[in-house]
């Protein structure tokens, strides 16, 4: 099998505001004053939205996030950072296309740490006009996120919607769980999360709730909720009628509400989370793509299709990811978003593909696997069913088979492979290239020189495979071009060739190895 690619994506992100600033200098002291009568002036126009029961639009959520993020220049970075206990900075550069996608969402992060009463200070600054404050920052790319503590830098770690940002910062910032202890709390609360971890406790102490709060204080992503009177509880997690100790998850989906029933240990806490914090079926999307590509659950379904497939779809796929909770992942990709959907599919040379794809991969993505049936619901529990059990067959892309019948260099593909190759009675010299190889075009011509100089024998042949296009269990490159010998008795230890040598040498080196019948004598090389 050609080297699969261990899909590890670094996700290149920017969260970036089109922010006017005044760029004159001016002291620390009027600095803080002059954003301490901002954050005053939007207290006052929450009030009134407030009484008015009007929410902000995403264009006054801007507005208001631009008046309570720093613009960082050269001359007040160090100001900033130092003269606040914590402050999230964003570098970021002008050109990132993904700004306008993340803009709003840390805008309203901006926003909630503010309502929420959070000392977090963000800021932002342009690392490709302000070089020396990204220098000083340490900002080495783009987008990067650090938190700040008392002028000390610490590297982000959690997720990029604005829900993430704010459940990060205020865990960062010594608030690892929000306590309710009012009807009015608990309402709020649930306006502003929508996926959470529920813990109710008769007394918050002891044990089991000593484990809830460490479990709390490490994960970055969900935020942790805790609770005493049942009927608060019910609040947020309807279904609780035990008057025991209680977790639970709840995600803003059909599937809601999941308790837990295991041990209140940390390491079972954190794992229960783990595997219950996604939904049903989850929708790439630029901004969650690594929490994807990092969740513990060991299989992974992908269904690639156009919106309007999808939506016909997602009944039965929801019932069938029922089934397998916990056991697989089923992810949704726009097949029309290339950036997302064709890495994927290029994978099975399918990245011409329009109609709907399901396919799958193991945790690491060592193995991948193809529906090649309908996607109907039975079809798709039934290749589900043997990927949990292991007895699914793992996929190898080929090309369509070609006719080699009067060809002096066959071409092979994937399907092939075993009959012209491994099964063959015959000696094979094999060339294995690419499109994209710079050098492979001069390996082709000698090649197909050497082909005519061997045709008359009985027991040699000459073939080509595209390496990017064509896949076996038992074929693996990794650089190109590449000369494969395979000897009529053992096929198991090709030989390799050179590939820099002259057309004399490469004969010299295939006679050194084969005896060649009935060759007819030829016009050297």
């Given amino acids: ?46 009030r009134e939205t407030e009484a008015g029961g009007v929410k902000f639009s995403e264009a006054e959520t801007l507005t208001k996030a631009q008046r309570i993020v720093f613009e960082l220049n050269n001359e007040n970075s160090e100001r900033i950072v130092n003269g606040y206990e914590f402050v999230l ?44 404050a990204a220098s000083f920052l340490g900002i080495k790319g783009y987008p990067t996120l650090l938190l700040f503590v008392n002028g000390t830098s610490q590297p ?36 502003k999360y929508h996926n959470f971890l529920i813990g109710r406790f008769d007394k918050f102490e002891g044990p089991e709730y000593e484990e809830f ?44 509400y999941t308790a837990y029933d295991g041990a209140f240990t940390f390491d079972k806490i954190l794992e229960f989370l783990s595997y219950n914090k996604f939904p ?28 309007d497939d999808f939506k016909n779809l997602l009944d039965p796929l929801q019932e069938v990811a029922r089934t397998f909770k916990s056991k697989i992942m089923f992810i949704y990709v726009d097949i029309n978003d290339e950036n997302l959907a064709k ?25 991948k696997f193809l529906l090649e049936s309908k996607p109907t619901r039975s079809n798709i529990e039934e290749f589900c069913s043997n990927l949990v059990q292991g007895s699914l067959s793992p996929y190898f892309k080929s090309q369509p088979i070609p006719d080699n019948a009067e060809a002096n260099v066959h071409v092979i593909v994937g399907k092939t492979f075993d009959e012209e190759i491994l099964n063959s ?48 269990p038992k074929f693996q490159v990794n650089d190109f071009p590449t000369l494969l010998l395979y000897r009529a008795n053992d096929k ?18 295939i006679n050194k190895h084969i005896k060649i019948k009935n060759q007819v004598a030829k016009d050297e090389l």
């Fill in 425 to 472: 009675k015959k000696d094979v010299v094999l060339e294995v290239f690419t499109p994209w190889c710079f050098n492979c075009e001069d390996v082709t011509k000698q090649v197909e020189k050497l082909a005519k100089h061997y045709k008359e024998s009985s027991n040699l042949i000459f073939a080509r495979i595209d390496a990017s296009a064509n896949e076996h």
């Fill in 89 to 132: 900075v964003l570098g970021y550069a002008p050109w990132c296309s993904r700004s306008a996608e993340l803009m709003p969402h840390f805008a309203e992060a901006a926003n909630s740490l503010k309502d929420l009463g959070n000392s977090l200070v963000l800021a932002k600054v342009d690392g490709d006009r302000f070089t020396k």
């Fill in 156 to 191: 982000y770690s959690g997720g990029f919607t604005a829900e993430d940002i704010v459940i990060w910062a205020t865990k960062k910032t010594g608030t690892p769980i929000i306590r309710i202890t009012t009807e009015q709390e608990a309402e709020k609360f649930l306006r």
């Fill in 280 to 307: 049903l079926i989850t929708k790439m999307t630029e901004v969650n793509s690594v929490r994807v590509y990092n969740s513990p659950i060991k299989h992974q379904v992908f269904v690639f299709a156009n919106i």
């Fill in 213 to 256: 709060v460490s479990a709390a204080k490490f994960d970055n992503e969900t935020q942790f909720v805790e609770v005493s009177k049942v009927e608060l509880a019910q609040v947020l997690y309807p279904d609780i009628k035990s008057t025991d100790n209680f977790l639970g998850v709840v995600k803003s989906e059909p599937e809601r």
């Fill in 1 to 46: 099998m050609l080297k699969f690619i261990n899909f590890s994506l670094t996700l290149f992100l920017l969260l970036t505001f089109n922010v006017v600033t005044q760029c004159s200098e001016v002291d620390e002291v009027d600095e803080v004053d002059e954003f301490d009568e901002l954050l005053a002036l939007d207290d006052e126009l929450e």
């Fill in 343 to 367: 890495p994927f599919l290029t994978m099975f040379g399918l990245e011409e593909a329009t109609n709907t794809v399901v396919a799958a991969f193991n945790n690491g993505m060592t193995s």
């Fill in 492 to 509: 198991t230890n090709p030989i390799k060739l050179p590939t820099k040598s002259s057309l004399k040498e490469l004969a010299a080196s």
